[in-house]
């Protein structure tokens, strides 16, 4: 993998993940943009305990555009894009319209390929390697920033999910506190650990998941599984067998076989509705322990933490979605319409050939 660092002509930065290592990049952006100006700013609820981002600048972001204004695609003879270079292999740069920027965080969006018509299932596995190794570089250089706490790598597939951009694409959020999602999970970690004489939570899940009847697909290093209380109508976690922090800490094995399980269980999602339904929409979330203080989880380390990556659809069958109604927006009790184990066996069934 060959990395170069450059700048878009309004100061913001952009990274080329080349397979490579001979690969120049000198390509100048040459739009006539002025320095980004951002209004981000984070508010603590004080009933909830959460916190949310306030960022009024993205109510001008780029929305639907057509495919040959896409924003996302290599610059092309006088259409000109976020990406100064005539192809690429990987590219992040600096968001435009970012949730969060300066004290309250960063943004980047990650391009996975230049085809604006591929979708992260269709790279090879080489490439599936290099975004691998872009979302870890990017953990690592975003971790050090002093404003920084927690790295969340992520892809959002479909225009149901809120897509604005139809070009492969993933994004990483940067924050300056460590995650409400996270946070619980850190607190059930810490009550597990002290109940049940310092065995870890994640530890026990994955062990009693691999015995169980939900698991979806194994491999030497990876399993991917249904979990027992899935929110999701298909709903699969996917864990290194080998428990670690964050994708800084995965081995070369388990680097190397990654790309082999993720994009199946890609092409099963697929599949999950049958041929000639439309590619499923999916959010792809990484999970990584908070390089933030852990001291309010009660004898909880960085090492307790297990990284694994979620992957749903708000699909719940053909033509229909799993809306977050009454009770899962206003009490956060979701209602799953299809069993655990039912989700399970239908990605079973679904095998890409």
Same mark, same amino acid.
């Given at each position: 993998?060959?990395?170069?660092?450059?700048?878009?002509?309004?100061?913001?930065?952009?990274? &080329?993940?080349? =397979?490579?290592?001979?690969? +120049?990049?000198?390509?100048?952006?040459?739009?006539?943009?002025?320095?980004? +100006?951002?209004?981000?700013?984070?508010?603590?609820?004080?009933?909830?305990?959460?916190?949310?981002?306030?960022?009024?600048?993205?109510?001008?972001?780029? &929305?639907?555009?057509?495919?040959?204004?896409?924003?996302?695609?290599?610059?092309?003879?006088?259409?000109?894009?976020?990406?100064?270079?005539?192809?690429?292999?990987?590219?992040?740069? $600096?968001?435009?319209?970012?949730?969060?920027?300066?004290?309250? #965080?960063?943004?980047?969006?990650?391009?996975?390929?230049?085809?604006?018509?591929?979708?992260?299932?269709? =790279?090879?596995?080489?490439?599936?390697?290099?975004?691998?190794?872009?979302?870890?570089?990017?953990?690592? $250089? =975003?971790?050090?920033?002093?404003?920084?706490?927690?790295?969340?790598?992520?892809?959002?597939?479909?225009?149901?999910?809120?897509?604005?951009?139809?070009?492969?694409? #993933?994004?990483? &959020?940067?924050?300056?506190?460590?995650?409400?999602?996270?946070?619980?999970?850190?607190?059930?970690?810490?009550?597990?650990?002290?109940?049940?004489? #310092?065995?870890?939570?994640?530890?026990?899940?994955?062990?009693?998941?691999?015995?169980?009847?939900? +698991?979806?697909?194994?491999?030497?290093?990876?399993?991917?599984?249904?979990?027992?209380?899935?929110?999701?109508?298909?709903?699969?976690?996917?864990?290194?067998?080998?428990?670690?922090?964050?994708?800084?800490?995965?081995?070369?094995?388990?680097?190397?076989?990654?790309?082999? +399980?993720?994009?199946?269980?890609?092409?099963?999602?697929?599949?999950?509705?049958?041929?000639?339904?439309?590619?499923?929409?999916?959010?792809?979330?990484?999970?990584?322990?908070?390089?933030?203080?852990?001291?309010?989880?009660?004898?909880?380390?960085?090492?307790?933490?297990?990284?694994?990556?979620?992957?749903?659809?708000?699909?719940?069958?053909?033509?229909?979605?799993?809306?977050?109604?009454?009770?899962?927006?206003?009490?956060?009790?979701?209602?799953?319409?299809?069993?655990?184990?039912?989700?399970?066996?239908?990605?079973?069934?679904?095998?890409?050939?």
């Amino acid at each position: 993998m060959k990395k170069t660092s450059t700048r878009l002509a309004d100061g913001r930065e952009l990274i &080329y993940y080349d =397979l490579r290592d001979d690969t +120049v990049r000198e390509a100048v952006d040459r739009r006539p943009l002025d320095r980004t +100006v951002t209004t981000s700013e984070i508010r603590r609820d004080p009933l909830l305990g959460d916190r949310v981002a306030v960022a009024s600048h993205r109510q001008g972001r780029t &929305y639907h555009p057509p495919a040959d204004e896409c924003p996302l695609c290599p610059t092309e003879g006088d259409r000109l894009s976020e990406v100064p270079d005539s192809w690429y292999d990987v590219v992040v740069f $600096e968001n435009r319209f970012p949730s969060l920027a300066g004290d309250s #965080g960063r943004c980047e969006v990650v391009c996975f390929t230049s085809d604006h018509d591929a979708s992260f299932a269709d =790279l090879t596995e080489d490439q599936a390697r290099l975004v691998l190794e872009a979302w870890t570089d990017r953990t690592s $250089e =975003l971790s050090h920033l002093p404003s920084v706490e927690q790295v969340f790598c992520f892809e959002n597939r479909g225009a149901e999910i809120g897509v604005t951009l139809g070009h492969p694409h #993933g994004q990483i &959020y940067a924050y300056p506190f460590t995650t409400p999602r996270t946070a619980l999970m850190l607190r059930s970690l810490a009550a597990h650990k002290e109940a049940a004489g #310092g065995e870890n939570l994640f530890d026990a899940v994955l062990e009693q998941e691999r015995a169980g009847e939900r +698991v979806v697909l194994e491999g030497e290093h990876w399993v991917a599984f249904v979990p027992y209380a899935a929110h999701w109508p298909y709903e699969v976690h996917l864990y290194p067998k080998r428990r670690v922090p964050d994708l800084l800490a995965l081995d070369e094995a388990a680097r190397t076989e990654f790309p082999q +399980v993720y994009l199946e269980l890609l092409r099963r999602f697929d599949r999950i509705f049958g041929e000639g339904e439309p590619p499923t929409p999916y959010i792809a979330a990484w999970h990584q322990a908070p390089f933030g203080p852990l001291e309010e989880f009660d004898g909880v380390t960085r090492d307790d933490f297990a990284l694994h990556l979620e992957l749903f659809t708000i699909r719940r069958t053909s033509g229909k979605l799993k809306f977050l109604a009454g009770s899962e927006s206003g009490m956060n009790v979701f209602i799953n319409d299809v069993p655990p184990e039912r989700a399970a066996e239908r990605l079973r069934e679904v095998a890409s050939s």
